[in-house]
């Protein structure tokens, strides 16, 4: 098993197909976009295939996450999709996309095996997402979300990031927006993984915050906590439920000690957290021959080194100079 020196075992794994992405997110990335990796950097189909293999049929990977960038980008998508839902013993496999595409490939997706996909939308204005982010297409995910849905991508989750004055007062008609559409939304808070550097804890909406915001609209108290075990979000029934919302404090309550998850980045490197600044290279020896033993024995000997914690309220913590898109969340 994946296991670090605390404790904890990884069964949870986060592919990046691509770094790249169509939004130009603020939180993210600025307008103009970055510089993508070249594409002979970029792990193959094949390579993606058979290193999600190695962890799930020798390392205990449960579930498989393939994330961005925006993976819906990536030409071989349904297939690596097939390929993985097709693995002994079958690991849940889900996806986390911007919703653009999704309209055209949420029934091949779900025909593969995909399971159930996450959508970030931040705003129900269209004129707000693109300020957000400079490309208006606020259409084209709201038609992605309904296509997911049809499709069976069940629970269809939404994931928003409230950002002051620009859309935290959208806090309490997003969700009750997402309960009508049947949605499970989950707000996360806004974290320091921006390529332009430019996040302050100070002009962040915490989790507290957030929670007050929907208290206007909504009566919300906490679900049952011995449920959640390693899943990032707090969740809370809303007006009793069954209905529920969830909040992830990923600054300020952060669930460190109960992380299961292991990232693979899209040019084949782990990452024990989102805001690692040490990576350990699966790409160069598998290209180089070596043999799955091999890159396994690599891979438990790099979730062995993960840190107690992302060390973010620690006065040393340094941004991590991989933005989000080219992480994978």
């Not at 691509?18 to 193959?44: F, I």
């Not at 049929?57 to 925006?70: A, D, N, P, W």
């Not at 399971?115 to 995910?141: C, E, M, Q």
């Amino acid at each position: 098993m994946l296991r670090d020196s605390f404790g904890r075992v990884a069964t949870d794994l986060r592919v990046s197909l691509t770094d790249k992405c169509n939004l130009r997110c603020t939180y993210c990335m600025p307008p103009e976009g970055l510089d993508w990796l070249p594409k002979p950097e970029l792990l193959t189909a094949d390579e993606i295939v058979r290193l999600v293999t190695i962890g799930v049929e020798h390392l205990g990977i449960t579930e498989v996450r393939y994330t961005g960038g925006e993976p819906l980008l990536r030409r071989e998508l349904v297939d690596i999709v097939a390929r993985t839902t097709a693995l002994s013993p079958r690991p849940q496999v889900s996806l986390t996309s911007n919703g653009i595409g999704l309209a055209r490939l949420a029934e091949p997706l779900a025909a593969a095996g995909l399971d159930r996909v996450n959508v970030s939308l931040d705003t129900l204005d269209p004129g707000t997402f693109k300020r957000l982010a400079h490309r208006d297409r606020h259409a084209d995910v709201i038609a992605g979300l309904a296509a997911a849905d049809a499709a069976g991508l069940r629970p269809v989750k939404i994931n928003a990031v409230l950002m002051r004055g620009i859309n935290d007062h959208e806090a309490v008609p997003l969700l009750r927006w997402a309960l009508d559409q049947g949605y499970e939304l989950r707000f996360i808070e806004q974290m320091p993984l921006d390529a332009q550097h430019g996040w302050s804890r100070a002009d962040m909406v915490t989790a507290d915050e957030i929670l007050r915001l929907l208290s206007d609209g909504f009566d919300l108290t906490p679900d049952d906590l011995e449920e959640r075990g390693s899943a990032p979000a707090e969740r809370f029934l809303v007006d009793g439920g069954p209905d529920r919302v969830g909040v992830i404090g990923s600054v300020t309550r952060p669930f460190c000690g109960a992380c299961d998850r292991v990232r693979l980045t899209a040019d084949g490197q782990v990452r024990n957290c989102l805001f690692a600044t040490e990576e350990s290279d699966l790409k160069t020896a598998m290209r180089a021959g070596a043999s799955d033993d091999e890159l396994a024995e690599r891979w438990l000997a790099a979730v062995a080194r993960k840190r107690a914690g992302h060390g973010i309220d620690d006065p040393s913590f340094l941004q991590p100079s991989r933005p989000m898109s080219a992480i994978g969340g």
